[in-house]
């Protein structure tokens, strides 16, 4: 029998965490998602970015969400990634 391994829930211990206020974390925010990605089998990009913006406060969940990068089914997960690096200057 296969374990099956699920992401975790908002505010779980083993959840990803990013705080705007410390906008040089966004790295590790982001491998800590991937490692969790590779580990729960997610593999598409909508639920990808929908999970990246599941871990962070609310105000910058709906910020990110705005961003065409997010809401337009063309653009992948790697635009979205790529778009926060430039607006938190990586």
């Not at 997610?42 to 997010?70: I, M, P, Q, R």
């Amino acid at each position: 029998m296969a374990v099956v391994h699920v992401m975790p829930i908002r505010g779980e211990r083993s959840a990803p965490l990013f705080d705007q206020k410390e906008p040089s974390e966004l790295g590790r925010y982001f491998k800590q998602l991937e490692t969790l990605f590779t580990c729960c089998t997610v593999v598409n990009d909508k639920e990808k970015k929908e999970y990246t913006t599941l871990y962070v406060k609310l105000n910058v969940a709906d910020s990110w969400e705005a961003l065409s990068e997010f809401t337009n089914k063309e653009k992948t997960y790697k635009d979205f990634k790529d778009r926060l690096y430039e607006l938190y200057n990586q």
